[in-house]
């Protein structure tokens, strides 16, 4: 007889590149959704592959990691998955959770035999829903009692975009018993799980979209306000091997700023942040734990800078020898003591949302950041061994073929280790929507035009940019970006390593397309081709948590 179990947290659902492809390559040649995604993976063996797909693909054959090796950064502990089984199992409710989907659906069924009352699917990286409703189909086959409920960032999306007839279908067919509108949500999960165990009634809990009649119904608003300082994550409850090397946590929750082409703080609120003694606290749990690569996924770490210069005494006053990675404000970190302390704390790398090269765009994008600001920041990182990644944006109103020029110039010049630039995606829940009239900004999603620039004209300049910049290695996004380099580091790869294999990788994406093909011959790829696997014969990697065979799982999704 299996123990009783309250609630089991499911993290993320993702999917082989295949199921993007097709869809993505069945548009036009020149759709600019086709044109970001051919910069996203490279042909290898005659099959498109993301860049860990590579690093699957051959670490079978050259690093000795046993059969269907599956890295992916989604093995260390989704966050959302292990904060909301940390906050039940304070409440004193029996919780557990998996980080990655498909890959733990074993480990999934066997949790599901406890036969859970509740199930509580996160969805912090979906723009669709359709990952959700795959594990609603799983999870209804395998324990058809358990209440499913959905709540995070998509749902928060579904119910601020769609018209009231939609939502209900929507919800009908991804198939959940509730959905969470809050943007915090734990408290309302907590409420859930307490009230369906005393045999409650779900309508009695604020905050969800319950069943009714014919479709749903949200019970009423209550706006949470979960004290970080009280919900930190208790590590300890974890399972002893389910940690890892790397780890991602956070210290405070939102955003300082309002960048006006994002809408993450007009989701999250107004800036939170946990006490210097409570991250301790947590640090020293992940550190006794054996964790070596800390990552912060706060949107702005180093802001405020007091509280960031204490966090870095505080870490270096207990000696955690962790290295650490975050984002990171270049318009926060002005005088130089700062880069020591970051030094000298652990950190290894960080994220440079620098977005343009020119200051007008800047201005427009409401970044209260100067490329003189980004200047003086990249110079003091390197000196001190600092690893940069910089992230753009192409075609944001006010972007011209010159700005496009100062930005190209900009990167050459400063050298970020690692960039990569997005065709800019106008999504109306972001500030610059309430400029729309006066800009002339129509559209939306990866189709836009505004006063200055078109879509279209914006992925030439994303083409243009690729193609000119020499100074810095590109980095893909998809299920890789920044958040790849602790992951890889975790596993054993240097970080000289870790460049060497980007530029590889950045050299082999133009013959992605015709389209976008350098003039650069046969030869040349052969030649990157035989590169990449030289490089794969000089490392060595410990071996993935998960084991998933990649072909057979394309052919199926
Ligand atoms: C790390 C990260 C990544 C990494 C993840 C690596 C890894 N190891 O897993 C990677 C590289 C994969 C990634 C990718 C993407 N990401 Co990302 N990523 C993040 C980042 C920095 C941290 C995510 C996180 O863990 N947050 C902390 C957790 C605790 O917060 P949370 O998920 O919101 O959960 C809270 C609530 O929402 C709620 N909640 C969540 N789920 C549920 C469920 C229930 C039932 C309940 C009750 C509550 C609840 O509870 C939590 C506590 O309050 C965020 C920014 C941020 N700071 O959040 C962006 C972010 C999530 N990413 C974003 C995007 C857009 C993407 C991409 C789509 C980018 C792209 N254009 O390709 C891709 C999608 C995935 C893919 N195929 O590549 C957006 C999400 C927008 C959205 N969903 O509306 C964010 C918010 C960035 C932003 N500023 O816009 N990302
Ligand atoms: S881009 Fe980053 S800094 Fe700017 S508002 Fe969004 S989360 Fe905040």
Same mark, same amino acid.
């Given at each position: ?45 005659? =099959? ?34 292990? /904060?909301?089984? @940390? ?14 989907? $498909? ?51 998509? =749902? ?7 018209? &009231? ?12 018993? @509730? ?88 989701? &999250? ?17 992940? &550190? ?81 950041? @100067?490329?003189?600001? /980004? ?32 930005? =190209? ?24 929507? %309430? ?31 690729? $193609? ?18 602790? /992951? ?16 590889? =990788? ?18 040349? $790829? ?24 990649? %072909?057979?799982? &394309?052919?199926?999704?």
């Amino acid at each position: 007889m299996k123990s009783a179990l309250d609630c089991v947290v499911i993290g993320y659902n993702d999917p082989p590149l295949s199921f993007h492809e097709h869809r993505i390559m069945a548009q036009d040649e020149m759709s600019p959704e086709r044109r970001v995604f051919m910069r996203e993976h490279l042909m290898v063996d005659g =099959i498109r592959r993301a860049p860990m797909d590579v690093i699957n693909h051959y670490a079978e054959r050259f690093l000795g990691v046993g059969p269907d090796p599956y890295y992916h950064v989604g093995e260390v502990p989704n966050l959302a998955a292990v /904060y909301l089984a @940390s906050y039940l199992r304070r409440q004193g409710h029996a919780a557990e959770y998996v980080s990655l989907f $498909r890959p733990e659906q074993g480990a999934l069924t066997e949790l599901l035999e406890c036969r859970p009352r509740v199930v509580a699917i996160t969805t912090t990286f979906y723009l669709m829903p359709w990952p959700v409703q795959e594990i609603c189909q799983f999870v209804r086959a395998a324990s058809p009692g358990s209440h499913i409920v959905v709540g995070g960032p998509l =749902i928060d999306n579904l119910v601020a975009d769609l018209p &009231a007839e939609t939502l209900r279908d929507v919800f009908e067919w991804i198939d959940a018993d @509730s959905y969470v509108k809050e943007s915090q949500g734990e408290a309302t999960l907590g409420s859930l799980v307490g009230t369906l165990i005393a045999g409650g009634d779900p309508a009695q809990v604020p905050n969800l979209y319950v069943r009714s009649g014919q479709g749903f119904r949200f019970t009423r608003a209550r706006p949470e306000r979960n004290d970080l300082d009280e919900c930190t994550i208790d590590w300890g409850l974890c399972d002893p091997g389910g940690l890892g090397l790397t780890v991602q946590t956070r210290t405070a929750r939102s955003c300082a700023f309002k960048c006006s082409f994002c809408d993450f703080p007009v989701r &999250a609120g107004a800036l939170s942040v946990a006490s210097v003694a409570a991250v301790e606290r947590e640090l020293r749990q992940l &550190a006794r734990r054996g964790v070596r690569h800390l990552v912060f996924v706060d949107d702005t770490f180093n802001v405020p800078i007091g509280r960031f210069k204490d966090l870095c005494q505080m870490m270096i006053a207990n000696d955690f020898g962790f290295e650490w990675y975050s984002f990171f404000r270049s318009s926060a970190a002005r005088d130089t003591e700062i880069y020591d302390l970051m030094q000298h704390s652990g950190c290894r790398a960080v994220f440079l949302g620098i977005e343009s090269g020119d200051d007008s765009v800047l201005r427009n994008m409401t970044k209260s950041s @100067s490329t003189d600001q /980004y200047r003086f920041a990249v110079e003091q990182l390197h000196q001190r061994g600092i690893t940069t990644f910089a992230s753009f944006i192409c075609g944001f109103p006010g972007e011209t073929e010159k700005s496009l020029r100062n930005t =190209i110039s900009f990167i050459n010049e400063i050298q970020p280790t690692f960039y990569r630039a997005e065709l800019w995606f106008y999504n109306h829940r972001s500030p610059i929507h %309430e400029q729309a009239q006066a800009l002339g900004l129509t559209g939306q999603g990866y189709d836009w035009k505004h006063a200055t620039m078109d879509s279209a004209l914006g992925a030439d300049a994303a083409d243009e940019l690729f $193609r000119d910049v020499t100074g810095s290695t590109w980095m893909p996004g998809y299920n890789y970006d920044f958040w790849a380099v602790p /992951y890889l580091r975790g596993k054993g790869l240097t970080m000289s390593e870790i460049v060497g294999l980007q530029s590889i =990788i950045s050299s082999l994406i133009p013959f992605n397309s015709a389209s976008t093909a350098d003039p650069a011959s046969e030869e040349t $790829r052969l030649r990157q081709l035989q590169a990449l696997q030289a490089w794969f014969s000089s490392v060595a990697m410990s071996e993935p948590r998960y084991r998933l065979a990649l %072909e057979a799982s &394309a052919a199926a999704g």
